[in-house]
């Protein structure tokens, strides 16, 4: 029996190895997606926009310069050359050149500057968090598509026995030791199990067709996937989830973000407290023009731009007396979403840890599962092999050899799922630790 469901997984194997030589290995899948999965480079994009804006908010503190020019008519009475005025047609020609620095803002352009840095180390760790999503998706569709082989084997495993046992019962009739009716239930056993297995190749046709649009690939065809060695599938031991969690608290993206966030509302309580201080900015400026009249005559262009030159330096302060209460309610604000922003990283580390729990107990659950599956499909084969011994002996009838046979492949499809619920469970614990998702 052993032998047969042997033959029915290289068959498998050689199905899998007939599109593409060199399957994929998970590593190989996670490296592909965070390359080319559309979401993880959409937050790429907003990390590189954060990166503009921290440079736009450092730059707040350089001087500004500006240069103007200007061309003016006047028709009528109006100004001349000489600062007189006369009725007659003017125009002037005006070069200025000017520029503003800030030297004190009630510590804005320090504030702004902090929440920008904070606005990109969060969309950095954004950035991170959504490579982890895309990893765990890619290792449980992974882990499906290893999943839906093993039912595929067992399938053909089914489809290999029966058809076995077809050529077995029309050898038996034509020697009249079989009945046709026999015949035929063996026949139509057979047409079921194959269409049983038809179902199982459609089903791993879609979870490689899930794997391959995580990954952007155009097409799944000829994509497969390594399936991990038995000794990756054994069960390991496992941490406490407080253990876990003492981890994890320390190095997920999740609660690091919000960790960011809340530093980011303290950063704007504090530019809402600048808003209560005055501000002082110099500004500096150099200027020149040229006047002509109709009907006067007027000095050369270069000799006007020389004698009008003009220097100009100045400082402003603005201070904020009464502002409608505008200043006073962003303070509250900002008061206020500091303290959501506290609420939401405590959830934030909560979930966390409810997540943990339930991973850990869903890992010591499935590793129960595959300890008690392995001993059933141990069983359910021991059985199988002596009815199918009976059967042949004409010891046992077709029902009773079909239920056993039914009883085998129910147990090894439990082994399967047992044995890859194990195994992504107790990476998926070792992943929030940090370490690396690998089969």
Not at 10 to 24: D, N
Not at 64 to 70: M, P
Not at 91 to 116: C, E, H, R, W, Y
Not at 359 to 365: I, P
Request: charged share 20%; aromatic share 8%; net charge negative.
């Amino acid at each position: 029996m052993k032998k047969v469901f042997m033959v029915a997984a290289g068959l498998l194997a050689a199905w899998s190895a007939w599109g593409q030589s060199s399957p994929w290995s998970l590593s190989q899948c996670i490296d592909y997606a965070l390359d080319h999965n559309l979401t993880v480079r959409q937050n790429e994009i907003s990390a590189a926009q954060r990166e503009v804006e921290l440079s736009t908010a450092e730059a707040r503190r350089l001087p500004s310069l500006s240069g103007n020019a200007s061309q003016n008519f006047s028709f009528g009475r109006g100004l001349t050359a000489d600062n007189t005025y006369a009725n007659t047609n003017t125009t002037s020609t005006g070069f200025s050149l000017g520029s503003d620095v800030p030297l004190f803002q009630g510590f804005q352009i320090k504030n702004s500057i902090a929440m920008s840095k904070l606005n990109l180390a969060a969309a950095t760790v954004d950035l991170e968090k959504a490579r982890d999503d895309i990893r765990v998706a890619v290792a449980q569709a992974y882990v499906q598509i290893l999943y839906d082989k093993e039912l595929l084997a067992v399938a053909r495993c089914q489809v290999e026995i029966d058809s076995l046992q077809v050529v077995r019962l029309e050898e038996m009739a034509r020697r009249g030791r079989a009945s046709g009716a026999e015949v035929a239930a063996q026949q139509a056993t057979l047409a079921q199990s194959r269409s049983t297995a038809v179902q199982a190749e459609g089903t791993l046709s879609m979870a490689l067709l899930d794997l391959t649009q995580l990954l952007e690939l155009p097409s799944p065809e000829g994509f497969d996937v390594v399936v991990p060695l038995d000794e990756v599938l054994e069960p390991g031991l496992l941490l406490s989830p407080e253990a876990i969690y003492a981890e994890a608290v320390e190095i997920k993206p999740i609660v690091e973000a919000e960790q960011i966030r809340l530093d980011y509302a303290q950063a704007n309580i504090d530019l809402a407290k600048g808003a209560f201080l005055p501000s002082l900015s110099l500004s500096g400026g150099i200027g020149s023009n040229y006047y002509t009249s109709s009907g006067i005559g007027s000095a050369k262009f270069s000799d006007q731009m020389k004698n009008n030159f003009s220097q100009y330096l100045g400082l402003s302060l603005s201070v904020p007396v009464f502002t409608r209460f505008s200043n006073r309610n962003n303070l509250r604000a900002a008061q206020l979403s500091y303290k959501s922003q506290q609420l939401q990283l405590e959830n934030v580390k909560k979930s966390l840890y409810k997540e943990i729990q339930q991973a850990y107990y869903n890992a010591v659950n499935a590793q129960e599962k595959y300890r008690s599956s392995l001993s059933a499909a141990a069983s359910a084969s021991e059985a199988f092999d002596l009815m199918q011994a009976r059967y042949e002996l004409g010891q046992a009838n077709s029902t009773e050899f079909n239920e056993s046979k039914a009883r085998y492949l129910e147990a090894e499809s439990n082994l399967a799922r047992a044995r890859y619920e194990q195994l992504y469970s107790s990476r998926l614990l070792d992943f929030y630790r940090g370490l690396p998702l690998s089969f």
